[in-house]
């Protein structure tokens, strides 16, 4: 049974900085792209930043590039993203998804389990 664990969120001033993190079980963590997708109350789901299964390849939407880094620890079945530079538009549900292959994708259908979300609030 395939599960994501996101966590690390919470709220955060202008500037600031916070670590997501997703834990995975159920599947082998190794051979398998991750993503961090967020979405906006009242907005359609963005993709944030993808990761390849060997942790070489990455992408990252151009909203967050040069903030966030994504990165994972494949012998904890662990994905992080870290966000630095924070700020008020930031704000949203962020979102942990498995892809079904090893390459890491902007497109949703490539994502088959997604973990229930983790809130990051940017407010001063």
């Known amino acids: 049974q395939v599960e994501l664990v996101e966590s690390g969120g919470g709220l955060a001033q202008p500037g600031g900085s916070l670590r997501l993190s997703c834990a995975a079980s159920g599947f082998p963590f190794s051979s398998y792209a991750m993503s961090w997708a967020r979405q906006a109350t009242g907005k359609g789901l963005e993709w944030v930043s993808g990761?390849?299964?060997?942790?070489?390849?990455?992408f990252y939407a151009d909203s967050v590039k040069g903030r966030f880094t994504i990165s994972r620890d494949n012998a904890k079945n662990t994905v992080y993203l870290q966000m630095n530079s924070l700020k008020p538009e930031d704000t949203a549900l962020y979102y942990c998804?498995?892809?079904?292959?090893?390459?890491?994708?902007?497109?949703?259908?490539?994502?088959?389990?997604w973990g229930q979300g983790t809130q990051v609030t940017v407010s001063s």
């Open positions: 998804a498995k892809g079904d292959g090893p390459i890491a994708t902007m497109f949703r259908a490539n994502y088959d389990y």
């Open positions: 990761i390849d299964s060997d942790g070489i390849d990455t």
